[in-house]
């Protein structure tokens, strides 16, 4: 099956600082999202970005479909982007970026 | 608008228990999806379904058996629960199939212990 891989896995920020996350991947795809699981547990569905450019807010994401990776900013970082950032693809998920911004 | 609900939130069994978790969608959702995801981990595909009366297996479908009799409705079972199924598990719906051009919609999680 597709393989999935996310880095850094783990990544502390101060506020106020900008961040990049990427997922590599291993095949062509169809079907690529962004989650942001929060301190709760829940999934928060960024983006859906097969390919492209997507922008919300202080976050955006780019997916070169045809050098197999995806990108996620995060601008002007705050304490409430803290969580783990998981990359999908074809329903298979990355083991995700461990965010932690300090006030 | 309830989007995906699943049912319960949290449960505690002994090994060899059975029970059964269910993930019901109001959005008239084709595909269902159970995941797992254990601590520090991404999520494991178990089963999915692809339309009702459908199921197929995912990357870890070993200790589960699912059911889709409704279209709303996607049942995961734990015949004989084992404490390797501890584990805190997702369903989600997509209007087709992952390949496609839709996004997933993730219920809050179940979380399951198993003593």
């Known amino acids: 099956g597709i393989q999935v891989e996310q880095s850094p896995p783990d990544l502390i920020l101060q506020e106020g600082a900008n961040s990049t996350l990427r997922c590599n991947f291993s095949d062509s795809v169809n079907n690529l999202q962004w989650f942001h699981q929060n301190p709760w547990g829940q999934l928060i569905n960024l983006f859906y970005?097969?390919?492209g450019t997507k922008q919300n807010g202080r976050l955006s994401a780019t997916t070169v479909a045809t050098e197999r990776y995806s990108l996620l900013y995060i601008s002007s970082s705050q304490t409430t982007d803290s969580g783990v950032y998981f990359c999908?693809?074809?329903?298979?998920f990355g083991a995700g970026t461990r965010l932690t911004v300090k006030p | 608008n309830a989007g995906v609900t699943q049912t319960p939130k949290f449960r505690v069994l002994k090994t060899g228990q059975s029970m059964t978790l269910l993930c019901a969608q109001d959005m008239n959702h084709e595909y269902m999806y159970w995941y797992r995801q254990d601590p520090g981990m991404g999520l494991r595909l178990i089963h999915y379904?692809?339309?009702?009366?459908?199921?197929a297996k995912g990357e870890v479908p070993d200790g589960y058996n699912v059911s889709r009799l409704k279209k709303q409705n996607f049942l995961l079972g734990l015949e004989s629960a084992a404490p390797s199924q501890t584990s805190v598990y997702f369903c989600?719906?997509?209007?087709?199939?992952?390949?496609?051009?839709?996004?997933?919609?993730f219920g809050d999680g179940t979380r399951l212990s198993i003593l």
């Open positions: 379904s692809v339309g009702e009366g459908t199921t």
């Open positions: 989600a719906s997509s209007p087709r199939d992952r390949y496609s051009n839709q996004p997933q919609h």
């Open positions: 999908a693809v074809e329903a298979r």
């Open positions: 970005i097969p390919s």
